[in-house]
């Protein structure tokens, strides 16, 4: 399974934990091009970071465009249901 399809998963599965929240702030990151902190990410699980590592690589291939779509599609939902809703 490709690190996107994971990232999917795990946003899909888990909306309001730590990992969903990561996720969609390195996506939405990738996809602006907006610098992210690396320190927040000290403290992360080790396999968790490999995914981390895993999509960013992945998101420069085109093979994975629609895989992508479908991310940053997910990923804006989210982020409008956080904000409609104060999660932090």
């Known amino acids: 399974m490709t690190a ?12 309001h934990g730590l990992q969903a929240s ?3 702030e390195v996506v939405s990151a990738l996809e602006s091009g907006t610098p992210l902190p690396l320190s927040q990410f000290n403290h992360t699980d080790l396999r968790f970071l490999r995914l981390l590592l895993d999509l960013v690589e992945e998101w420069q291939m085109d093979r994975h465009e629609k895989q992508r779509k479908h991310l940053l599609s997910l990923v804006q939902n989210f982020e409008d249901y956080r904000s409609n809703n104060d999660f932090t």
């Open 4 to 15: 996107i399809k994971r990232a999917t998963k795990i946003i899909e599965s888990l909306p």
């Open 22 to 24: 990561q996720l969609a």
